[in-house]
């Protein structure tokens, strides 16, 4: 059965595996491009909310998350349109199950007026249809800054323009109480070494230091103590 549940992500996921490790990542729609997110702009929501973490009927024990989102910009809006695990749904032409319906309680997309970060996607100079081709010499990246669910701008830098951009938001999280706690946490030592842990948080950092406005968040009236 895991055989088979691997083989309808690796089609419609891209999930990637290294050794032990299983990889789901999130993708965004704009312009009628699909594209591959660097970061993971549900993940804060789910901290914040940890009982609603999407899970798998067969779960990866090496996994650093269990599903995968899709968002699209529209008229300047960031959207959430899609969650999927390995739960199937026949009707679907996918054939999984979107699990915005049991989350959030809505089939539609869903607005994310709480959420204000970067958001990186992958471009490239190669191919017209925008395909993103890992370490390729040339890659670029699209970046967009969103203020609760409003695209404010987006832009095309280069990979060492962006890891600029990544290095001063790791500095800034770098010198708060959850940097240590975090690296506590995954390591079970105090930081010892920023730049191996910079390295190790990669985009992350990004979704680290985002800004949730849990009043505008879906889940607010149900879960407020």
Request: with cysteine; proline share 3%; glycine share 4%.
């Amino acid at each position: 059965m895991k055989i088979a549940i691997t083989a309808i992500l690796v089609l419609f996921f891209h999930v990637s595996q290294a050794g032990n490790i299983v990889t789901f990542q999130d993708y965004l729609i704009v312009n009628g491009d699909t594209l591959v997110l660097s970061n993971r702009p549900l993940d804060p929501y789910f901290e914040l909310y940890p009982d609603l973490m999407p899970e798998m009927d067969e779960p990866y024990t090496h996994a650093n998350n269990q599903y995968s989102a899709f968002f699209a910009i529209k008229d300047s809006t960031f959207y959430l349109t899609a969650i999927y695990t390995d739960k199937t749904d026949s009707s679907s032409s996918s054939g999984l199950e979107n699990l915005i319906g049991s989350i959030f309680n809505t089939s539609e997309k869903i607005r994310m007026d709480w959420f204000s970060s970067t958001v990186i996607f992958g471009t490239s100079t190669l191919g017209v249809n925008k395909k993103v081709y890992g370490k390729q010499k040339h890659e670029m990246f699209l970046v967009a800054a969103v203020s609760e669910g409003q695209v404010l701008s987006v832009k095309t830098l280069k990979a060492k323009t962006l890891k600029r951009m990544r290095h001063q938001c790791f500095k800034e999280f770098s010198r708060t109480p959850e940097c240590a706690e975090l690296h506590q946490k995954i390591f079970h030592t105090t930081v010892s070494n920023p730049g191996q842990f910079e390295t190790y948080l990669g985009n992350r950092v990004f979704d680290l230091t985002s800004q949730i406005n849990q009043k505008a968040t879906l889940h607010n009236n149900v879960y407020d103590s």
